[in-house]
């Protein structure tokens, strides 16, 4: 009898091989205070540090997303990068922090670094060319145009990203090299640009011309788009202007 009381006690305790999974019933019962506190407390006990850490992040998006309290889901997420660098979710940690920062603190610049790092710990991760995408948008609005490139340059690499990289790095580069922002909006074509990407990636290419004193060249690319059935009303005044330009 003994022996069966200490194999319960040992069961219900936070060490047990089953107390993530009753403290995930408790956070889908309802109970997301009882089930932070619960894996808080699994993370603080003698057991594998594997078990210790998915106690931490579960606590974290908890924390985050049904207490809606994302400074303390932060210091939850930074506590188990600090004491289980090697832990796998770790990379996840990273990426939910960029998201914070971006969304919540309206941190452009944390947010990027985060996803950088989410995207240097495990660069095969199937989410990683989006968390380098997500960086150089976020650098790219914070001011950063040269990190913003370097991490677009990655993403550019991953073919879902790749429209949408190379559209950003166009819109970077519109100004201050034209020739390469030409080279970039042409490579967003050639990478399936569809739809509106592809309606963007044409006038980019035309504007791109237009910098550099290439009208006619300008002119046929928004003439195509036409042709295309893609063009707006402010990519036909665009075309109309450049028309009445070559009549002077």
Partial sequence: MALVCAWLMFWMSPIS??????????????????????????????????????????????T????????????????????????PRVVEAHARMGMIHRHHHGDPIRAGMRWVAAASVDPGHEDAGRWMLDAGLAFADAGDVENALAALEVAASRPQQA??????????????????????????????????????????????????????????????????????AALKRRRNRLRARRVQ
């Fill in 17 to 62: 091989p089953g107390a993530l999974d009753r403290t995930a019933s408790r956070a889908a019962a309802g109970d997301a205070s009882g089930a932070v506190e619960a894996y808080l407390a699994q993370a603080e006990t003698y057991g594998r540090n594997t078990s210790k850490g998915e106690a931490l992040w579960r606590a974290a998006v908890i």
């Fill in 64 to 87: 985050h997303v049904t207490l809606n309290q994302p400074e303390s889901a932060v210091e939850l997420l930074e506590r188990l990068i600090v004491r289980y660098p090697n832990h």
């Fill in 163 to 232: 429209v949408a990289s190379w559209l950003a790095q166009g819109r970077l580069q519109l100004r201050s090299d034209p020739a390469q922002a030409y080279s970039n909006y042409d490579s967003a074509f050639r990478s399936g640009a569809e739809g509106e990407a592809r309606r963007l990636a044409h006038l980019g290419m035309a504007t791109a011309l237009e910098y550099l004193d290439r009208r006619e060249a300008a002119l046929a690319e928004l003439d195509e788009v036409v042709e295309d059935g893609e063009a707006d």
